[in-house]
């Protein structure tokens, strides 16, 4: 079995961060490792608190895992500390690491930065250059780039001026009312447009961790990174339109409807409270008639 180390925050109500990190590991069928930068108090509905670990901890939790099963791939999620992301590149460069996959979370989809400009500058500086891809959201790349996003071929522009400047390629992550769901790479000076069509389904929290613990996984097994992404592609659309609907807010996606027993077993209960539900529409008839 190939193997994954996901170097991210812990989600408690298990949607995002380490825990979608792993789950999706799991599901493509890659043994999967985790470093955890924070900790954080969260559910579907927000975040209360955040408690990061030291970077002495962090340090320590990389190399027990690079001493022993040496990753194959590795995902790195939000670090909003500089001091950690200096230590996760010095780990890396010293383990010589491969197929490094960084998600690049600064903004949040309401605009909100989520990590400080030193934190970005470092990102920029120690963590980007490393990576064999890195997949912004459009607010992200706005950030890196420095240039306005407004339509597809902005995307491709911006895209082009991050892989060229960070010598990286560059997976450019579609929505926020630019094009309908599709993804540009660019990759030795060439472009690769995943087009997607958006789910009709409003529980999307942990889909940017999903889609890039996918490519993870994907270049552990030996794929080339076009595979990789379109591999991601379609297990992220797959958990996308199984509709799982829990929480209170933006919930998590379905990260086991590709595992059989697991899709089985979902669709069992699914029956169950269709049929409950049903019973209990045809009793609520009985007693109005």
């Not at 996984?217 to 797959?238: E, M, Q």
Request: net charge negative.
């Amino acid at each position: 079995m190939r193997t994954a180390l996901t170097i991210a925050g812990s989600d408690s109500s298990g949607g995002a961060g380490i825990q979608a990190d792993l789950k999706t590991m799991i599901a493509n069928n890659v043994y999967g490792m985790s470093a955890i930068t924070a900790l954080t108090a969260q559910n579907t509905t927000g975040v209360s608190a955040v408690m990061e670990v030291t970077p002495e901890f962090l340090e320590q939790e990389i190399d027990m895992v690079f001493t022993d099963i040496f990753p194959d791939a590795v995902k790195i999620g939000m670090v909003s500390a500089s001091s950690l992301i200096k230590v996760i590149a010095a780990k890396l460069v010293q383990y010589n690491a491969k197929n490094i996959v960084v998600d690049t979370v600064m903004v949040a989809t309401s605009g909100a930065k989520l990590i400080s400009d030193d934190a970005i500058g470092t990102l920029k500086e120690e963590l980007i250059p490393l990576a064999t891809v890195i997949t912004p959201n459009i607010p992200e790349a706005e950030v890196l780039s420095g240039m306005s996003i407004k339509t597809e071929d902005d995307m491709m522009k911006a895209a082009e001026k991050i892989g060229t400047e960070f010598e990286v390629s560059v997976l450019l992550k579609g929505g926020h009312n630019v094009n309908d769901a599709t993804d540009i790479l660019f990759e030795d000076g060439e472009f690769t447009f995943f087009r997607g069509r958006r789910i009709n389904n409003p529980n999307t929290h942990g889909t940017g961790c999903t889609l890039s613990s996918a490519i993870a996984s994907n270049l552990a097994k030996g794929y080339d990174l076009k595979t990789a992404v379109k591999r991601a592609k379609d297990y992220i659309s797959g958990a996308l339109a199984a509709g799982l609907d829990l929480g209170h807010g933006s919930g998590p996606l379905d990260h086991g409807f590709n595992i059989p027993e697991f899709a089985a077993d979902s669709a069992v209960l699914t029956d169950g409270r269709n049929n409950a539900a049903a019973e209990n529409t045809a009793q609520e008839v009985g007693h109005g008639e």
